[in-house]
Every structure is written in C-alpha cells, then in structure tokens.
C-alpha cells in the first residue's frame, strides 16, 4: 500500500494477497488457527498457491501446526478487513443493498478504497462499529481521533447538563421553516449558549437573552462543549 | 387598539413624510412611538404586544413627519401574519425613513435585522434602546464605529426615561441609506443579477424582494407588482426565481443569511466589547424561578391569589360596596330621582331615567358602581403583570399543558390577554404562527376565556357563597376549555407548531407606563363600554314597556326556566349579554342580590354567561379575523357546548345539591 500512483489499479497478484489475508482472518476470528484447516480453506476461496504466496510475502508463520500473522501481515489483514467492512455497511445502510449481495461486492469494491477514502466512509457513516453481519470493524485513526476529541465534545442539548456551557456547532433542521426561525432569533452556529433549564420547557442563555424552547427543537441543536 | 390613523386626514398624508419604526419584538419601538408622536399606545415587557400598524404625528428635526409604528419583526422573510404586517408596510407605503430600534443587549439579532432593512435602500437611522441595561451588563458600545460600519447615524436611548430622544428627533434629517457592503457569495450575485432585469431600476426594494424570492417567499409578490418593468409579470419573475433557486445546492436563504452573520459578528467584533459585568441579580434570579417547576407553579398561584385578594375581594368587594350602596344608593341615585321629579313631567320619561330599567338607576349604575371599580383594579393588576416580564415566563410553565390542545405556550399570551379584553386578545392570535392555532385560541377566547369585567362580577357573585361554587365553576370552565382544546387538536387539520420564544428581562414596572396604560383603557372603557350599557338599558327599557320582555320570558321559557331551571327574570340577561358580556352577568348579579335566585341558579348561570356568546365587539373580530364562515362556525359551536354544558351542570345539581352547599 505504498504506490504513489494517484489511482493504483490494483495487480492480480495484491488481490489475491488481499483476499487471502481476509480469510485468515475470518478464521481467526473464529479461532480457527490449525494449518491444514486454513489451507483447506484458502484453495476453495482464493486459489492452490494462496497460503504459499502469503508465506512467502512474510506475512503468515508457522507456529507449531498453528498460522500467526506477522506483524506486517496483521496490519494489512486488519486493513482489508476494514475496508470490507466499511463498504459491506455503505452498501446496506446508504444504497440500501439487499443482504444476500452485500458481500460479493464488498469484495470487489474493497481493493479500490484507498486509505483516505476509508476514513471518509468511515466519517460519513459515523464510524461504525460493527459490520451489518455483526462482525467488529477494526478501528482506523479516524475513529481513535474521533473518540478523543469530537465525541465527548458535540452534543445535542438534550443531552447537556444544567448550567453547562459551548458554543453552538449546528442545527440538524435543513431546510425547515423552524431552522430560520432559530437563526433569526440568534441560535447561530458559533454563538454561546449556556443550559439553564431543561423542565417545563428548555431554557437557554445566549449572549445577553434568555430563549425557551421545547425538547423536540433542543434535540436538534448541537453545541460544542467548553 | 387605539386608532390614531382616522386623525389624520389624506391631505394631509400626502404632504407629510413618513417616518416608520422597525425593530425585533419587545425592544421599545411603542415606548419610542410614545415619545415621539406625544400620543398613547400600548406597551408591555412581551414580544408581540403591537399586532398592528399605528400612526401618529410628530415634528422631527424641523420637519413633520406621520410616524408609524409596526408589529416587532425578526426578519422580514415572514413566519407569522404579525411580521407579514410589517414586511407589507415597507413594500406598500415605501416610507421616507426608516427607524430600526434595537435592544442594545441584543445587537446580534438587531443587525441582521438592520442588514436586511438596508436592502430596501431607504434612508435609516439606528436607535439602541435599552442603553441602561446593556450598561449594567458590562456591555461598552461604540457608535460611532457602529456608524461607520453601517454608513447610517447611530443612537443611544433609554427610551422608558425619555434619554436620548432629543437626539433621535435631530439626527431624522441625517438617515442615510446604509452603505454596510455585506461580502455575498458570487452565486447570490449572479441570482441577483439575473433577477435584475425583471425589476424597473427606480424600485429601490428591489434587492430585498429579489432575495425573499431567492429564498422562496413568494408572499413579497403581492405588494412588488408595482416594481416590475412592463411585460414582467409576478409569475414571470417566480419562474425566474424558480430557476435560480434551482442551482443551488445549500438553501439560498441559508447562504445568505452565512453571509450577513459573518459580517455581523465582525462589525460586532470591531465596535463592542464586554467589561466584567455584575451578574445574577435578583431580578434574574427571580426571573428563573419564575420557570422552574419549583418554586414556579407555587409563584403562579400566589400572583393568582395576589390578583383574586386584589381584583375579587377589594375590588368587586370592598370598592363595589362603596361605589354602589353608599355613592349611588345614598347620593347620585336619590338626588336624580328628585330632579326627574321635579323636571321631567311625564313618568315615561321619568321611568327611562330612573325607573327599573333607567339610565341612571341601571345603565350609570352598571357602568360605574359595577364594573368600573372592578376593571380599575384589574387592568392595575394586569399592567404590573404585563410589564414585568411575567406571562412569557408563565408560556414556559404552561407550554407543555398547551401542547395537549394543538397549542404551544405562545398561545398563553392571547389567552390570558383574554381575560383583559376579549376581542383585543382575538387580534393578538395574529402572533401565533398556523392557521390551526389561531383558529383554536379564537375558539377558546369565544367559548371559556371570561373578560375582565365579566370575571369581576362572577367574582363578585361567588364572593358570598360557599367557596365550592367557585371552585365547581372553575373546574367546569377549565375542563370544558381543555377538553374542547383537546379536540380541536385532534379533529382540526393542520400542524402545531413548535415552541420557540424569547424571555424578556424581569423588570419592575414603571409607575409612569402604567398610570398611561390604564388611562388608554379606562378612556376605551368609558367611550365604547358605557353608551353600549345605555343603548342595551334603553333596549331593555322600550321591551318593558311595551310588553316585549314578558312575551321573549315566555319564549324562552322551555329553555330558560325548563332546560337550564332559571329564573324567568335571567332571560333579559342573556339578551343583553350578548350586547356586552359584562352587563349580562352584572343582570345576574342584581337577580341574585334581590335574592331571586338560589345557590344552584347561580351557579348554573354563571356557567352559561362565562361559556355563551362572546359579545358583539368580540364577534365582530372573529369576523373581521377569521371569516364569516368561520365567525358562523364558532357562534354554532359556543352555543352548543354552553347550552349543553349549563343545562347539564343544571340536571347535576338538581340530583346532587350537596355539590355546591357548605
């Protein structure tokens, strides 16, 4: 994975490495680590000489009757494997695919996602955690810098504290009358606000006027905490 | 309403320049208009107290002027008909100065407001308002940066003390068109561009009604004809601007609103800045309470109960008693008995002054003993309510009850308005934003909202009877209001809407704006109030007379006396009630004091002139708001319900007195 080509296309070969890697590691997922059973697996999925050109490559070792990847073998398999699954939950959940095709063409579209068109899938769905089968999607740096910064962070004010203060991030209104109704009146991406009640009615501080509203427009504005 | 407009005369109109106030709601346009045309009109601490246009004159900087002052707006893209009001007025009467005032606390909101002002490229000026407050807030604001920023003069003023006035009077011959050059993005020009060639160039607003169009507000349409070169027609141009908004991919009105923020907070970065105020006062703190549950609900009660002691108690009781048996009953009643005696030879004539269904002896007794005393201290009340910022607080604590009736807690505002005045608070449901909503709030205001003075004498009726009469009255108006709110919501068609208001400051009411604010209304109360009890006495007068009333007793009777077990005498009542709902229950009233009616008649009675027909000022408004369609509609619905439910509340109590005796 290291072309610099803008568009690797890419070689048979690498596709059958990237193949390979994502068996194994569906098997070890299961725990299925014994040689022979892998080897059996790999012929019937990718070809005879898989696990071969995968031992070759450095990327699987013997251990006992056991297979372990490598580390370089690790990284990549978790790569693939990430890409699968990230394109198997953008086919389902966003062109709406039925089931039964999710994964013949998640493993065409797999060996063409590059690397930061991962990340972005990854942001657009929300970095997901698990595929529609169920099975965990490795975690990218997306979402590890997701989780240290953004998350804790931007909340809808329904879910702030009393007396919690940030500054508004956005409004999930589009269009809606509502949405210019709130801008006009000073709900404003950027403009400071402060929870100061939340029942009968939210009440917020922004700037130097006081703004009821009820809980089905407060769910829809997000605020960046301080 | 007052309605200033009939003074002048269209001369004189036309030779006048036109000077209109603009501004968000509740930021003192009324207050300013106040001072600067010297007239009265009404001004309360909520948003939406002005509904409607209301002009005046004033001599401004050497100059006279018909100054006009409109509904508050918070942007002239309209939400809702009182804003509408405002947009239309700009567009249709293209006044010579425009006067935007601004709370000062709120700058933000007031110059996005003051962008969108300047594309209707009239002269302006800026008013800040409320300079004490943004002071006491720490805020430091500097004009002449705000000046030169928006290329139009800018002032400072606390309008309620009369600050700063003087000078906004001498800077009207300054306003200048704003010259403020708000950075829109290329495709907003282009549009512009393209939708240019539609426009005559000497249309100034044209720019303005060019971006409500871009933003898909054809409403603007109606009053811009005028504007459109020859051959252009309104539908023309709709396409034009239907195409336009075609290309974009964010709303248009959204990109253009980004752009006016961002320059917004840069003028707001240059030319304000914030010391360390003192903050959490008491008024505030105060003010929060007022919202929470606790102790919310329990201050709710207690400016119920501070209203009942005040308005019930001394009012209808104590100030009623003098008034009427010691004022009338010992001086003015007698002493006009012995003039009629001695002037007017004929006991016809003496019998319309002072007989049973006199002038003197009903209608001035009514009017003055009755109500008078009682609407006094009711609109003294509700004034210190209005003014302190109190109801918006009371539409949080209630938002969530009115939301079981197809409302929001903006409808608090019209509803309990509605106990001042009925068809003044019909008007005000202008502020509410759907159709449904208006219609179900002018339901509610014609069926179970009680007006000040009827209130007072229910008040006045209960005072002397067994608490549970009040109680049982209560309970049947405020189920009935709930459930016939509760239906409407579910049976009429249309959305809620939802809630979204700005809470003003609590402030301590001004002893100067209230004294103004009840002379307004007792002025109103005597001038269209008190030849309405004449004329209804005079009515009642000539039916006696002639046999009349005993023939409509007699026809009413299987309603009246079967149906609902009242008194024959009750129906005279009603029929003037519907002249004034007032002075039918002030009929009650009497009815009980000669002891003609017992416990369960009172009751029953009370239950029906509270629920039954509005009077006719009220329905005139309904009319004029709704439709006759609608007005028909509604009177079919009140008569229904309140038959049904007196007549019900009769069969009741007929089976269990034990209800209402102590």
């Known amino acids: 994975m290291t072309e610099d080509k803008k568009f690797p296309i890419p070689t048979a070969e690498k596709e059958d490495i990237e193949e390979g890697l994502n068996v194994v590691w569906n098997m070890f997922e299961k725990k299925v680590r014994r040689r022979a059973e892998i080897q059996a697996r790999l012929t019937e999925a990718v070809g005879e000489k898989a696990l071969d050109l995968l031992m070759r490559e450095g990327l699987l070792r013997e251990s006992g009757d056991e297979l372990v990847f490598s580390p370089e073998g ?72 997701e989780e ?18 940030g500054r508004i991030a956005y409004l999930l209104l589009h269009d809606h009358p509502e949405l210019h109704k709130l801008l006009s009146l000073g709900v404003i991406p950027g403009a400071e606000v402060r929870l100061h009640q939340t029942f009968p009615s939210f009440v917020l501080e922004l700037g130097d006027s006081q703004l009821a509203l009820e809980e089905a427009v407060a769910r829809n504005i997000y605020v960046r905490k301080k | 309403m007052e309605k200033a407009a009939a003074v002048l005369d269209d001369k004189k109109v036309v030779a006048m320049k036109r000077l209109a106030l603009v ?3 509740n930021v003192g346009k009324s207050v300013v208009f106040n001072r600067l045309t010297g007239q009265y009109v009404t001004v309360s601490n909520y948003p939406g107290t002005t509904v409607d246009v209301s002009r005046g004159g004033g001599r401004l900087g050497g100059e006279n002027y018909e100054i006009v002052d409109t509904p508050g707006v918070n942007s002239l893209i309209p939400n809702s008909e009182d804003e509408r009001v405002t947009r239309d007025l700009l567009l249709r009467e293209n006044p010579d100065v425009l006067v935007q005032v601004a709370d000062a606390k709120n700058l933000h909101r007031a110059l996005l407001l003051t962008l969108e002002l300047a594309e209707f490229r009239r002269p302006m000026l800026l008013v800040l308002n409320m300079m004490d407050e943004a002071m006491s807030r720490g805020l430091v604001i500097d004009p002449a940066r705000l000046s030169r920023r928006l290329g139009i003069p800018v002032l400072r003023t606390v309008a309620t003390l009369g600050e700063g006035l003087a000078d906004v009077k001498a800077a009207v011959a300054r306003a200048a068109v704003p010259s403020a050059a708000v950075p829109y993005p290329p495709e907003i020009h282009r549009s512009l561009e393209a939708l240019d060639g539609a426009w005559r160039t000497d249309f100034s ?41 075609a290309a974009f991919v964010r709303p248009p009105r959204l990109v253009v609103f980004e752009a006016r923020d961002g320059w917004v907070k840069e003028t707001l970065g240059e030319a304000v800045y914030r010391r360390a105020g003192p903050s959490g006062n008491w008024a505030s703190r105060f003010g929060n309470w007022c919202m929470r549950p606790w102790p919310g609900y329990l201050i709710a009660l207690a400016a119920l109960y501070a209203v009942y002691q005040f308005v019930g108690v001394f009012g209808a009781g104590v100030a009623v008693d003098f008034l009427e048996g010691t004022v009338f009953g010992r001086y003015i009643v007698p002493a006009a008995q012995r003039l009629a005696d001695l002037l007017l030879p004929s006991t016809f004539l003496r019998d319309m002054v002072v007989g049973p269904y006199g002038i003197v002896t009903m209608a001035l007794t009514y009017a003055f003993a009755l109500i008078f005393p009682i609407v006094t201290t009711f609109f003294l009340a509700f004034g210190i309510l209005e003014d302190s910022g109190y109801l918006p607080r009371l539409s949080v604590m209630m938002d969530r009850l009115f939301r079981l009736m197809g409302l ?29 909503e208006r219609l179900i709030v002018t339901v509610l205001l014609s069926l179970s909202v009680p007006c000040s003075a009827q209130l007072a004498v229910i008040l006045g009726m209960t005072a002397g009877m067994s608490p549970r009469v009040f109680l049982l009255w209560l309970g049947v108006v405020a189920g009935i209001t709930f459930v016939v709110g509760w239906g409407s919501a579910r049976f009429l068609p249309g959305a809620r809407s939802t809630f979204v208001m700005e809470i003003p400051p609590l402030r301590r009411p001004m002893l100067r704006n209230l004294l103004l604010k009840i ?17 209804g006495t005079l009515v009642l007068f000539f039916l006696d007379k002639f046999g009349g009333l005993k023939r409509l007793e007699v026809l009413g009777a299987p309603v009246v006396q079967k149906f609902l077990g009242l008194p024959a005498a009750a129906t005279q009542t009603f029929l003037i009630g519907f002249l004034r709902r007032d002075y039918g229950a002030a009929g009650l009233y009497h009815l009980q004091m000669e002891g003609l009616m017992n416990d369960r008649q009172v009751t029953v009675s009370l ?29 079919a619905v009140v008569t229904v319900i309140a038959l049904a439910a007196a007549g019900g509340l009769n069969a009741l109590l007929s089976v269990a007195p034990r209800l209402i005796s102590s």
């Open chain 1, 74 to 145: 690790e990284r990549l398999a978790k790569d693939i494997i990430r890409r699968h699954r990230l394109a198997e939950r953008l086919l389902s959940d966003v062109l709406s695919m039925a089931r039964a095709e999710l994964d013949s063409n998640a493993c065409r579209l797999e060996h063409i996602i590059s690397p930061e068109i991962s990340e972005s899938i990854c942001t657009l769905l929300g970095h997901p955690r698990q595929c529609p089968h169920g099975s965990p999607i490795p975690s990218g740096d997306c979402c590890r810098r």
């Open chain 1, 148 to 165: 240290e910064n953004i998350r804790p962070i931007v909340v809808s004010l329904d879910n702030m504290k009393l007396g919690e203060e």
């Open chain 2, 23 to 25: 501004g968000n709601p």
């Open chain 2, 205 to 245: 607003p044209k720019r303005a009604v060019s971006l409500a169009l871009l933003s898909g507000d054809g409403s603007a349409l109606t009053w811009a004809h005028p504007g459109l070169r020859p051959g252009e027609t309104e539908e023309s141009l709709w396409r034009r601007a239907d195409a336009q908004r």
């Open chain 2, 408 to 436: 929001n807690g903006r409808a608090v505002l019209p509803m309990v308005l509605g106990l001042g005045c009925d068809s003044m608070a019909t008007v005000t449901t202008r502020v509410l934003d759907t159709a449904k």
């Open chain 2, 519 to 535: 002379k307004a209304r007792l002025e109103w109360y005597l001038k269209e109030v008190v030849p309405l009890f004449v004329l």
């Open chain 2, 607 to 635: 239950v029906l002139i509270t629920l039954f027909m509005p009077c006719i000022a009220q329905w005139l408004m309904v009319v004029k708001e709704r439709g006759w369609k609608m007005a028909a509609v509604v009177t």
